[in-house]
């Protein structure tokens, strides 16, 4: 069945209440997630926040404690791996030494009895799609580590899984490749339909893949939605540091502004009154004379492009991180005046 025919009604994907337990450590705590049909989402989170063990759950790889796992409505708590109808593609990506790029691809055709005429074609079209047309013949041995990558995930691909699992997938690649494939890996899967379910540490991999980011803590989910919404409104301090700001800080916010370590900083309007955690993005820390606003050293600065990340050192309070253009860069060692734009602030849940 291909992804243009299906027609169940609701998500393709359901967990429900999922849990996992390594001895006295809850691993999965009782975790819910629905996954859509066409939809690619990415699970995120630092080590030991349970994103890989979701991923083998799901898989059938990792018993569960707990909990029920639904592929199409139907339940696959307990149906063996080989028959759940997924396409796994690992890290290392597991490729057949002893078998040319062809013998490869068409393993799991093979396993489902697909006949010799048809799984030529079929091995042919999908080695065209991930870039690799005529490749059959090759030894694995001489492919490139970017040419493994695509080999295995015209494998999983090859009996057409109902949903493809991808467990670190770009991880041994370097980043200029990396950055290169998730771009053609988004376009693939638009153009097949596929149904990802994607777990990875790169958090810049992750948002241009997905439609829907989860990012995870302690077995549980954090936060998820959109890439953009994520990135904007961080649900809470640990989000915002997982995605890399460093900007956080305790406040009590009153009417327009919070009162925080470095003085009074302005917020959104409507944001939420009271204690709360604070998230100053770097591009909303404003650098101007030392005589205005908060006085601070300039720190290391790290040129990425036309732009500039900047550390900055009040007196008494921690380190803020700002960014600018290139020709606005102030030089080490300067003292600066910040202000800050109400607009980069967010107002997270206090703890």
């Known amino acids: 069945m291909t992804a243009g025919t299906k027609t169940q009604a609701g998500p393709l994907l359901s967990l429900r209440a999922a849990t996992v337990r390594f001895g006295g450590r809850t691993a999965l ?35 569960m404690d707990g909990g029920r796992v639904l592929l199409a409505g ?55 799609l991930v870039g690799l047309p005529g490749a059959e013949r090759r030894a694995v041995a001489a492919l490139s580590g970017g040419e493994q990558q695509r080999v295995a995930l015209a494998r999983a691909l090859a009996p057409r899984p109902e949903l493809l699992m ?34 990875t540490h790169d958090q810049g991999e992750a948002f241009a893949l997905a439609d829907r980011v989860v990012v995870m803590r302690d077995g549980r989910v954090a936060q998820q939605g959109s890439p953009l919404e994520v990135w904007q409104r961080p649900a809470s301090a640990f989000v915002a540091r997982f995605l890399g700001f460093d900007n956080v800080v305790g406040a009590t916010v009153s009417g327009g502004s919070a009162d925080t370590v470095w003085g009074r900083v302005p917020v959104a309007a409507g944001s939420p009154q009271g204690a709360a955690d604070l998230l100053v993005r770097p591009a909303g820390v404003l650098i101007g004379d030392a005589e205005d606003g908060l006085r601070c050293t300039v720190g290391v600065r790290t040129f ?33 005046g910040v202000r800050f734009d109400a607009a980069e602030t967010v107002v997270l849940a206090a703890g």
């Open 29 to 63: 705590d009782a975790v819910d997630l629905d996954v859509a049909d066409h939809e690619i989402v990415c699970v995120l989170g630092p080590s030991g926040s349970g994103k890989s063990t979701l991923l083998r759950a799901v898989a059938g790889l990792q018993p």
């Open 74 to 128: 139907a339940d696959r708590t307990d149906v063996p791996v080989h028959r759940r109808g997924l396409g796994l593609m690992f890290q290392d990506h597991q490729l057949f030494p002893h078998r040319d790029v062809g013998g490869n691809v068409a393993f799991g055709l093979r396993m489902h009895g697909v006949g010799r005429a048809e799984s030529e074609r079929r091995v042919a079209e999908l080695l065209d």
């Open 166 to 199: 991808l467990d670190e997938p770009l991880g041994q690649l370097d980043r200029s490749l990396r950055e290169r494939l998730v771009v053609e890996l988004r376009t693939l899967f638009g153009r097949l339909g596929t149904t990802v379910l994607a777990v």
């Open 304 to 336: 990425r492009g036309d732009r500039v990340t900047v550390r900055l050192a009040p007196e008494n309070a921690p380190v803020l991180e700002a960014e600018c253009a290139l020709r606005d860069t102030p030089d080490e060692g300067a003292v600066v």
